[in-house]
């Protein structure tokens, strides 16, 4: 009868399903082939950036931030499972209980020639349980799995994150190694080309101004080399700090770096980014805690029910308090509590949870929404670089014909020194541009790895202990697939 009189969970529009559908191909590629499947281990040859990453892995400190806080998550979980387990406790409760002279039991007690003021003692097992009828406990605690899992897959995130930062840091590294091998290079030319210049004016064949503005350029290009050097300083301790460690040089490749070749890339299609992507899954596992929350609001509405019992011994007379049966106590009673009163505070958390429902779709199409332009913007980017590369290197054989031609006209003195001056000017710029457009090459094969879910696999890092990480939302859904492609 009291079940009858609660009323029903207020009827609200239910937020929208989330959009999949998602475009067939990124800019027209059919290739079904995903590098973000390869492990991060096998997509970076060189064994220093891959030691550089494996120490970064065990010691960076934002990283083991979010591992303990999959273990707070994964305690939540625990503690969630167990509000709908019977609790049983061991409890003792000494008193001193004194009862009114007109009452029932106090007539009672005075015609027995017992005082008005008792001792009581009370030891013995409590349990309580609530019954989980609706589901509303159990609902709790999937939503807490699910958000564990969600915190698993933030951490993968950030692995991607880390994965990408080093590496990208560690080509830049070999890049300003490339500059100042440049710059070093020129230097070495200018000098004798301002010995030559010197000899001209020793020899009353040009003025001074010649001999005064190589000298000019060669301190430009010497300060400009410890430029570099400060770069490569600040490089490696940033490498350092991804590392978890304190500064220390950085061993890299001695590679030529121009020689390096970005890895051919595939990039699948847009529906491997709901499995690939740790962001995405992690949003995905979001909204389904979301709606598992609105399912433990909705169930509050109805009646709880519950059991309460205990078994013990109880006594006015501590020397009587284990006295069998005189002193044995035991008890069950059924509980059933029904909402009917506080019906504002009910129907708030219920609104509030199906806004976070609607707020995790949301933010979980944002996350499918951004994983496709980042792949987009990406794979234009690697096309548009290896095009301009190519270009870019000719300019500089070009430059190095005009350098060489100037230098031998000049030292002839057939060629004005402003020529020569602006030939070497114009081919260090040059060279120093193919060198920055060589490390954009290879830091977009790296963000466009990153963008394709690529380098949480094979971390090593594995599920914190005592939660079942075999939850069909960490799988890819072939029919999901399936559907999202359709």
């Given at each position: 009868?009291?079940?009858?009189?609660?009323?029903?969970?207020?009827?609200?529009?239910?937020?929208?399903?989330p959009?999949?559908?998602?475009?067939?191909?990124?800019?027209?590629?059919?290739?079904t082939?995903?590098?973000g499947?390869?492990?991060?281990?096998?997509?970076?040859?060189?064994?220093?950036?891959?030691?550089?990453?494996e120490?970064?892995?065990?010691?960076?400190?934002?990283?083991?931030?979010?591992i303990q806080?999959?273990?707070?998550?994964n305690?939540?979980?625990?503690?969630?499972?167990?509000?709908?387990?019977?609790?049983?406790?061991?409890?003792?409760?000494?008193?001193?209980e004194?009862?009114?002279?007109?009452?029932?039991?106090?007539?009672?007690?005075?015609?027995?020639g017992?005082?008005?003021?008792l001792?009581?003692?009370?030891f013995?097992?409590?349990?309580?349980?609530?019954?989980?009828v609706w589901g509303?406990?159990?609902?709790?605690?999937?939503?807490?799995s699910?958000?564990?899992l969600?915190?698993?897959?933030g951490?993968?995130?950030?692995?991607?994150?880390?994965?990408?930062?080093?590496?990208?840091?560690?080509?830049?590294?070999l890049?300003?190694?490339?500059q100042?091998?440049v710059v070093?290079?020129?230097i070495?030319?200018?000098?004798?080309?301002?010995?030559?210049?010197?000899?001209?004016?020793?020899?009353?064949r040009?003025?001074?101004?010649?001999?005064?503005?190589?000298e000019?350029?060669?301190r430009?290009?010497?300060?400009?080399r410890?430029?570099?050097?400060?770069?490569?300083?600040?490089?490696?301790?940033?490498?350092?700090?991804?590392?978890?460690?304190?500064?220390?040089?950085?061993?890299?490749?001695?590679?030529?770096?121009?020689?390096?070749?970005?890895?051919?890339m595939?990039?699948?299609?847009?529906?491997?980014l709901?499995?690939?992507?740790?962001?995405?899954?992690?949003?995905?596992?979001?909204?389904a805690a979301?709606?598992?929350?609105?399912?433990?609001?909705?169930?509050?509405?109805?009646?709880?029910?519950?059991i309460?019992?205990?078994i013990?011994?109880?006594?006015y007379?501590?020397?009587?308090?284990?006295?069998?049966?005189?002193?044995?106590?035991?008890g069950?009673?059924?509980?059933?509590?029904?909402?009917?009163?506080?019906?504002k505070?009910i129907?708030?958390?219920?609104?509030?949870?199906?806004?976070?429902?609607?707020?995790a779709?949301?933010?979980?199409?944002?996350?499918?929404?951004?994983?496709f332009v980042?792949v987009?913007?990406?794979?234009?980017?690697?096309?548009?670089?290896?095009?301009?590369?190519?270009?870019?290197?000719?300019?500089?054989?070009?430059?190095?014909?005009?350098?060489?031609?100037?230098?031998?006209?000049?030292?002839s003195a057939?060629?004005?020194?402003?020529?020569?001056?602006t030939?070497r000017?114009?081919?260090?710029?040059?060279?120093?541009?193919?060198?920055?457009?060589?490390?954009?090459?290879?830091?977009?094969?790296?963000t466009?790895?990153?963008?394709?879910?690529g380098g949480?696999?094979?971390?090593?890092?594995?599920?914190?202990?005592?939660?079942?990480?075999a939850?069909?939302?960490?799988?890819?859904?072939?029919?999901?697939?399936?559907?999202?492609r359709?």
């Open positions: 009868m009291t079940s009858g009189c609660v009323p029903k969970p207020p009827a609200i529009a239910t937020p929208r399903a959009n999949r559908v998602v475009p067939d191909s990124f800019a027209g590629l059919t290739d082939r995903n590098s499947m390869i492990q991060w281990r096998d997509f970076f040859p060189d064994p220093h950036l891959v030691a550089l990453v120490a970064a892995l065990k010691q960076n400190q934002e990283l083991n931030l979010a806080e999959t273990v707070v998550a305690a939540e979980v625990m503690a969630r499972r167990g509000e709908y387990l019977p609790k049983v406790g061991f409890g003792v409760r000494p008193g001193v004194r009862v009114g002279e007109f009452t029932s039991q106090g007539r009672s007690d005075e015609a027995n017992i005082g008005p003021t001792q009581r003692h009370e013995g097992l409590y349990a309580s349980w609530e019954i989980d509303r406990l159990r609902n709790l605690a999937k939503a807490a699910r958000r564990y969600a915190s698993v897959e951490r993968n995130f950030m692995v991607t994150r880390l994965v990408a930062d080093i590496s990208s840091r560690y080509y830049e590294l890049a300003l190694d490339r100042l091998q070093t290079d020129n070495a030319l200018q000098e004798r080309a301002l010995e030559a210049a010197r000899a001209q004016f020793e020899a009353g040009t003025t001074s101004v010649g001999p005064a503005r190589f000019a350029t060669l430009a290009m010497q300060s400009s410890y430029t570099i050097q400060q770069r490569i300083v600040e490089t490696e301790n940033e490498l350092n700090f991804l590392a978890g460690r304190f500064p220390q040089a950085i061993e890299r490749s001695k590679t030529n770096f121009l020689d390096l070749q970005p890895a051919a595939a990039v699948g299609v847009p529906a491997d709901l499995a690939n992507r740790p962001d995405v899954r992690q949003a995905e596992l979001e909204l979301a709606g598992l929350d609105v399912q433990a609001a909705k169930a509050a509405f109805y009646p709880s029910l519950g309460e019992s205990v013990g011994f109880q006594s007379d501590v020397t009587k308090l284990v006295s069998t049966p005189d002193s044995l106590l035991f069950m009673f059924g509980r059933a509590f029904a909402p009917m009163l506080n019906r505070g129907q708030a958390d219920y609104y509030s949870a199906n806004s976070r429902e609607m707020q779709v949301l933010r979980y199409e944002r996350a499918v929404l951004v994983a980042e987009s913007n990406r794979v234009s980017l690697t096309r548009n670089l290896k095009d301009s590369y190519g270009l870019k290197l000719q300019q500089v054989a070009r430059l190095a014909q005009s350098v060489e031609a100037s230098t031998e006209l000049f030292n057939r060629a004005d020194y402003l020529e020569v001056l030939a000017r114009e081919l260090l710029e040059a060279q120093q541009e193919v060198v920055e457009m060589k490390q954009r090459q290879m830091a977009a094969m790296v466009l790895y990153q963008a394709l879910g949480w696999r094979g971390s090593g890092l594995t599920p914190a202990e005592g939660t079942p990480d939850d069909p939302l960490r799988k890819p859904n072939p029919q999901q697939k399936k559907e999202v359709n």
